[in-house]
């Protein structure tokens, strides 16, 4: 019987890629870990960062994708590993996802320091024309978000106005609200935190209503951009 053939320098690449594309394919978390990677290098090239501040970047991104990869695969081990329920496995998994939060956050707050003052002033004059807006405006705003989100609704037959159906209601009020205070801001040193910390509170809106169960993610992100755009477009059409 032949002995087998050690893998070679090129199998071993083959094998690594296999792995990735595996966790890409399976796993939901590392899809949008790789979407938001992209897109934070898009707004690095934008916005011209400095090469410490690009290999800040590089380094989070990698650790989140490096964490998640790690997480997958004690998942994967344990699965096998175990037959019935163990709160050793339990625990296993619940420390690599842990890990895996760490990195985020961590990359969220490197994202913060990196990209907080160059969004600040590039968005500065164009929160400034809007910040005088009157307060009706917001609830204008928020009064057509409900009024669009109920008729579409209604046209796609699906859920009640409260819960359920295509889009999400609360989470087009929560994005409504996040860029109704972003516009609305008073010109101070805080604008981009206050505005950061709300949409934050929107995300978790959103990703409620999707652990629930009551919505997709298709009809959260439909939400969203519903509230958000609407408001947007109120505050650009009537802002003085």
Not at 115 to 140: C, K, M, N, Q, Y
Not at 165 to 173: D, E, L, Y
Not at 230 to 236: D, F, G, K, S
């Amino acid at each position: 019987m032949r002995p087998r053939r050690a893998p070679t320098i090129l199998d071993s690449f083959n094998y690594a890629f296999e792995g990735i594309i595996h966790v890409l394919r399976t796993q939901r978390n590392m899809r949008i870990h790789f979407a938001i990677a992209a897109g934070v290098l898009i707004a690095a090239l934008s916005f011209d960062v400095t090469r410490l501040e690009l290999i800040a970047l590089l380094l989070a991104i990698a650790f989140v994708l490096i964490a998640e990869m790690i997480n997958s695969a004690v998942e994967a081990a344990v699965d096998v590993a175990s037959t019935s329920f163990d709160p050793l496995a339990k625990l296993a998994k619940d420390i690599a996802a842990g890990a895996v939060l760490i990195a985020s956050l961590n990359a969220v707050a490197i994202g913060y320091l990196v990209f907080s003052g160059d969004v600040a002033r590039e968005s500065g004059r164009f929160l400034d024309r809007l910040s005088e807006t009157p307060e009706e405006l917001t609830l204008v705003a928020l009064a057509l978000t409900t009024i669009g989100v109920i008729a579409m609704k209604a046209i796609a037959g699906r859920g009640t106005p409260l819960r359920g159906g295509w889009p999400s209601g609360h989470a087009a009020v929560a994005f409504a609200g996040w860029m109704a205070v972003t516009l609305a801001l008073d010109d101070s040193g805080h604008r981009f935190l206050i505005s950061a910390l709300t949409f934050i509170m929107a995300l978790l809106v959103a990703q409620t209503r999707i652990e629930s169960g009551v919505h997709s993610t298709v009809e959260v992100v439909a939400g969203a951009l519903l509230g958000a755009l609407v408001t947007l477009a109120v505050y650009q059409l009537f802002a003085a």
